[in-house]
């Protein structure tokens, strides 16, 4: 039997670029920690990314950037009814320019049968792109590592990397 990577990695033709230089970026076109491994994570072809059970939750992204722009991070995600492991956890929402920027972050908490964006602030969370840069490369996550408690339930619907007006 050959090994199975334990981690899904992205797939670039999940990422799809909207009209104003922006992105949405399907499950599929995250990295997922333990999302190759069905006793953590259900990945599918199509919908939602669903968390089983994980006490290390890494949802990555990467997408190109713009100089002289600003963008916007979200996460559309849904905890289902039965979730677990979310109250008093913050998940965070993070990211940085570059593989050795410095992470900008926002926290949002996360309450079973709810739908919701995080971060929850309208604008999400916002980096700016300097025309000085010379990194044009946006990391971006959905983070709770910090806790150590099992939790369960998730559902990633779908990320979001706007370039804003």
Request: charged fraction near 25%; proline fraction near 7%.
């Amino acid at each position: 039997m050959p090994f199975k990577k334990p981690h899904h990695t992205s797939d670039p033709s999940c990422i799809k670029p909207d009209d104003n230089g922006g992105y949405i970026i399907e499950p599929r076109g995250l990295n997922i920690v333990w999302g190759n491994d069905d006793r953590y994570w259900k990945v599918t072809n199509q919908g939602p990314a669903e968390l089983i059970q994980v006490s290390w939750l890494e949802v990555t992204g990467l997408v190109n950037v713009q100089k002289n722009k600003t963008y916007s991070v979200t996460f559309d995600v849904k905890v289902k009814e039965d979730g677990y492991g979310w109250k008093g956890t913050d998940v965070l929402v993070m990211a940085k320019l570059g593989k050795n920027g410095k992470y900008l972050y926002e926290t949002a908490n996360l309450t079973p049968g709810e739908k919701l964006t995080v971060p929850p602030r309208p604008g999400g969370l916002e980096i700016k792109v300097d025309s000085n840069t010379t990194e044009t490369q946006l990391h971006f996550g959905l983070y709770e590592v910090w806790s150590g408690k099992w939790k369960g339930g998730l559902e990633i619907i779908k990320a979001r990397v706007i370039a804003m007006p």
